[in-house]
């Protein structure tokens, strides 16, 4: 029983492809997130919903566009891709967005922009 | 934008030793928690520190918030292979977790 689950989980891609990254949790938490972890490890936020409104924007290209279809999921969309988009990234929810609420994790999707 | 410094950066240690990871910021955090990922896999929560001073023991790591809440530490006694991993310290400021660099944790038997 997955608890955060990204598909797809490996993404070789061309530049200037678009391409999507979905995400669903099944813990009936209110909000998600997505996370950025690049090749030094360094885990950044882009993006944070809580039922389904957007309450954090990173500063990030709008070349990535979230979609939160209902609070269960949240899905990520890249235009243009360019190889500096290659990276880990990871989708996670959380209970409420505030306080000490644990951020639960998906296993990640490494996308690689050749 | 605060400032988090997490060290040391790469630790390698041998089975049995002890060790101590470090999580500086110049800010005041309301509670701050630690996780560890492994290869291939998302960050798993290990213990989420609220009060100024708190220490919370899981098994052979002992994490501590500082008085001021502003820093934290993470102490394994007798590191074992399976504590081999990247250790992140996530301190809370609002509604926003920020990450440290990590630290690559390696424990070789």
């Known amino acids: 029983d997955t608890a955060v689950s990204q598909t797809p989980k490996y993404l070789v891609t061309q530049m200037g492809n678009d391409k999507s990254i979905k995400c669903e949790q099944n813990l009936g938490h209110d909000t998600m997130y997505w996370y950025k972890q690049d090749s030094k490890k360094f885990l950044k936020i882009m993006f944070s919903?809580?039922?389904?409104?957007?309450?954090i924007n990173e500063t990030v290209p709008n070349r990535f566009s979230p979609k939160s279809p209902d609070k269960a999921h949240l899905n990520l969309h890249i235009n243009s891709l360019e190889l500096g988009d290659s990276a880990v990234y990871f989708c996670a929810s959380s209970q409420v967005h505030r306080g000490p609420s644990p951020l639960h994790f998906g296993n990640g999707t490494r996308l690689t922009v050749t | 934008t605060q400032l988090l410094e997490q060290s040391p950066q790469f630790l390698s240690i041998q089975e049995g030793e002890n060790l101590t990871v470090y999580c500086n910021s110049s800010?005041?955090?309301?509670?701050l928690q630690w996780y560890r990922q492994e290869p291939g896999e998302g960050p798993v929560l290990l213990v989420t520190v609220v009060t100024g001073g708190e220490v919370k023991k899981l098994k052979r790591l002992t994490f501590q918030f500082g008085d001021a809440r502003k820093d934290s530490s993470l102490h394994i006694t007798a590191a074992q292979p399976g504590d081999t991993g990247l250790y992140l310290c996530?301190?809370?400021?609002?509604?926003?977790?920020?990450f440290g660099a990590g630290t690559i944790l390696r424990v070789k038997s």
């Open positions: 800010s005041v955090f309301s509670s």
């Open positions: 996530a301190p809370r400021g609002g509604n926003k977790l920020v």
């Open positions: 919903y809580n039922n389904k409104e957007l309450i």
